[in-house]
Each structure stands twice: as C-alpha cells, then as structure tokens.
C-alpha cells in the first residue's frame, strides 16, 4: 500500500468533534434570536393591518414556534395530543408578539415563555377533561354542542336528544354518549349540594352506616381482657355469651354444680371490670 492511499490516522491528541449537535443548538438559537430581532424592528415601522405588518408578523410566528414546541414538551405527561397542546401555545406565542417591545431591552424568548406557558396551562385548567375520552367522541361531541345551541337559537327552547340526533345524522344513542362525556370536563366534588336549597351532597348519599362498626372496638378489648382469665373460666364464658347455653347446661358440661358456675361467673366479671380499669 502506497503513502498516498494510506488511511490517515487522527494523531492520539485529537478526538472526534462531540459537541458539534449542540454547537449546532446554539447556532441555530443564536441565528433564530437575530432574525427576530430584526423582524421586530421591521415590525415597528409598519402600520398594524396592512398586508407587510401581516407578512413580517406571520415570519415571527414561523421563526419563534421552536419556543412553542420547548414549552409543549413540558406537558407531554398530561396524555394530551401534542398538537394540540402546541396549537394553544401559538396562541400564547401570537399574544407576546403583539404586546413585545423591542426597546425595553429584553429578549423575546425570556419575554414570551410565561405567556405562551400560561395559555398552556389555563387550557389545561379550562378545557381538559378531569376523564379522558376517545378522540373520535370528543369531536363528536364539539359537534352536537354546536348544533345544541344553533337548535337552541332556532326553537326558544332546548332541543330534544331525536331533535341533535336528527340534525347531526347520528343515533340518539351517540349523541347521549356524547352529551356524557361532555360532563367530564370538570369533576364534581362529593361534597357538593344537589340543586335546589337543603338537597344533601353526594358524600351524604353514598354508603350507609355498619351499625355493627360501633362494636368492633369493644370487641377487641373483651378479647384483649379475656386472655387474663384461668382458662376455665374462658371456657365458661364462651359457652355462656358465645354458645348461649345457660348456666344449668354448663354445670352439666363442665361437671360442676350450677351454683359453682354462678360463682365463676361473678369472679370473672369482677376480674374483667377491675382489668377494664387498669386498661382504661
């Protein structure tokens, strides 16, 4: 092999450039800066309404949506189409353009990041759904709460569901699906009232009280207590309270005379009363 078709071999000093993507960034931010800076200040001269205020104004919404789409990503967790997410930001994005002042000395990214973040976040808080529904009903549903309100206009009264179904050429049964899912826009607190002065809440109407729950706990402290008794005397009061049998059927059990269990009885309550005291 020839000098001259020998690879060339970098010397062991020199490594291959790694940082050439992100001076890349940094380039492409920097050039995406200058040309809004000058698009600004073009901006400033035109009149607002004429068709070049229109055209330059359109240029920064174009160099400017990399912004849009920074800010979108940090909501990529909320399981919202991106898009989306990215078209409310634009609106944001539209909103600091108009209101930016070049003179002021401040970039414009620092400038419109918490506008386009704040529409984000309030189309969040008034738009998204506290349930997610399938994409295809939520524009079904844009649908039918449009012809809800033109049938509205039109009749002086609110349509009925054959009435939407007829108008949109669906099934009643779709349309009540979507009227449905419209009602997980927002989630309704259990505790709030039902219409009408004095209705109870949610909360008040779900489940019932376990007359039973109030024992649980005395329950738990007879069994507590009754582990310090002899086991006869255990045994006694299990075939007493928890066998019912009477005093005559357990002296017969037992072998013992009736008045003997009687005693036992006595001595246990006695023995069970004093320990409750301690306890307590």
Same mark, same amino acid.
């Given at each position: 092999?020839?000098?001259?078709?020998?690879?060339?071999?970098?010397?062991?000093?020199?490594?291959?450039?790694?940082?050439?993507?992100?001076?890349?960034?940094?380039?492409?931010?920097?050039?995406?800066?200058?040309?809004?800076?000058?698009?600004?200040?073009? #901006?400033?001269?035109? /009149? !607002? +309404?004429?068709?070049? $205020?229109?055209?330059?104004?359109? @240029?920064?919404? %174009?160099?400017?949506?990399?912004?849009?789409?920074?800010?979108?990503?940090?909501?990529?967790?909320?399981?919202?189409?991106?898009?989306?997410?990215?078209?409310?930001?634009?609106?944001?994005?539209?909103?600091?353009?108009?209101?930016?002042?070049?003179?002021?000395?401040?970039?414009?990214?620092?400038?419109?990041?918490?506008?386009?973040?704040?529409?984000?976040?309030?189309?969040?808080?008034?738009?998204?759904?506290?349930?997610?529904?399938?994409?295809?009903?939520?524009?079904?549903?844009?649908?039918?709460?449009?012809?809800?309100?033109?049938?509205?206009?039109?009749?002086?009264?609110?349509?009925?569901?054959?009435?939407?179904?007829?108008?949109?050429?669906?099934?009643?049964?779709?349309? #009540?699906?979507?009227? /449905? !899912? +419209?009602?997980?826009? $927002?989630?309704?607190?259990?505790? @709030?009232?039902? %219409?009408?002065?004095?209705?109870?809440?949610?909360?008040?109407?779900?489940?019932?009280?376990?007359?039973?729950?109030?024992?649980?706990?005395?329950?738990?402290?007879?069994?507590?207590?009754?582990?310090?008794?002899?086991?006869?005397?255990?045994?006694?009061?299990?075939?007493?309270?928890?066998?019912?049998?009477?005093?005559?059927?357990?002296?017969?059990?037992?072998?013992?005379?009736?008045?003997?269990?009687?005693?036992?009885?006595?001595?246990?309550?006695?023995?069970?009363?004093?320990?409750?005291?301690?306890?307590?």
């Amino acid at each position: 092999m020839s000098a001259s078709t020998a690879p060339q071999v970098p010397p062991q000093n020199e490594r291959p450039d790694d940082t050439a993507p992100a001076a890349k960034h940094q380039r492409r931010g920097a050039d995406t800066r200058a040309l809004t800076q000058v698009l600004f200040g073009r #901006l400033k001269g035109l /009149e !607002a +309404g004429t068709a070049e $205020h229109s055209r330059v104004r359109a @240029a920064l919404i %174009e160099a400017n949506l990399p912004l849009v789409r920074y800010a979108a990503a940090r909501f990529r967790s909320r399981n919202e189409p991106m898009e989306d997410v990215v078209q409310v930001g634009t609106i944001g994005l539209i909103n600091a353009i108009d209101r930016f002042d070049p003179d002021r000395g401040v970039q414009f990214p620092t400038f419109a990041m918490p506008t386009v973040v704040g529409e984000i976040k309030r189309y969040f808080r008034d738009n998204v759904r506290t349930v997610h529904v399938p994409r295809r009903l939520h524009e079904l549903w844009v649908q039918v709460n449009g012809a809800t309100e033109d049938l509205t206009t039109a009749h002086g009264r609110s349509p009925t569901t054959a009435e939407i179904a007829e108008r949109l050429k669906i099934g009643e049964d779709e349309v #009540l699906a979507c009227i /449905e !899912a +419209g009602r997980s826009y $927002h989630a309704t607190s259990l505790e @709030a009232a039902q %219409e009408g002065d004095g209705m109870p809440g949610l909360l008040d109407r779900l489940g019932y009280e376990d007359p039973a729950l109030a024992g649980v706990e005395h329950r738990d402290l007879v069994r507590h207590l009754l582990v310090q008794l002899p086991e006869r005397e255990q045994r006694i009061l299990m075939l007493r309270y928890y066998s019912n049998l009477t005093q005559s059927q357990i002296s017969q059990e037992l072998g013992v005379s009736q008045m003997h269990v009687s005693r036992l009885l006595a001595r246990s309550f006695a023995r069970l009363r004093s320990a409750n005291r301690i306890e307590a």
